[in-house]
């Protein structure tokens, strides 16, 4: 893995991710309020009050969470209040989160909403004081 950029098993990840068939959905008539976990793929067209813990999730356009999201993969179309924490996470271009985001690989597409704070690093990296990442400041002149 080189120092820049993403691994390069992260590009196969997400087309695997991408083909792999979606095992539960959830109806946009629904309004769900408590933790969810699940295996495999889900996508939410409803609302979820609580937490989520899973592998990868989609987000609908329809969607909106208002709790944590802890999954492999996170791919937003939807409306989120609330932390992500994800390997994979792809915020699409009409998406609105508002909260944490911590990810190894982040993907924003433009016009996506995020306010929050965001974390985006490779997790077993070397430690967090690396001579040769300066961090990065934004001077607005």
Do not use: W
């Not at 409803?46 to 944590?68: M, Q, R, Y």
């Amino acid at each position: 893995m080189g120092m820049f950029g993403k691994p390069a098993n992260m590009e196969q990840e997400m087309k695997k991710v991408e083909s792999e068939a979606i095992s539960s959905i959830i109806d946009k008539s629904m309004i769900i309020t408590g933790e969810i976990t699940f295996k495999g793929k889900a996508r939410i067209d409803g609302t979820i009050n609580g937490n989520i813990e899973g592998e990868h999730l989609i987000l609908s356009e329809t969607g909106k969470v208002n709790g944590d999201i802890n999954v492999t993969s996170f791919n937003c179309y939807g409306i989120l209040e609330g932390n992500v924490t994800a390997n994979l996470l792809t915020a699409r271009k009409n998406c609105s989160i508002h909260g944490k985001l911590e990810a190894t690989s982040l993907t924003v597409e433009p016009g996506a909403s995020i306010q929050g704070e965001i974390r985006a690093a490779a997790k077993d990296s070397a430690p967090v004081s690396k001579p040769q990442d300066p961090p990065v400041k934004i001077n607005a002149k």
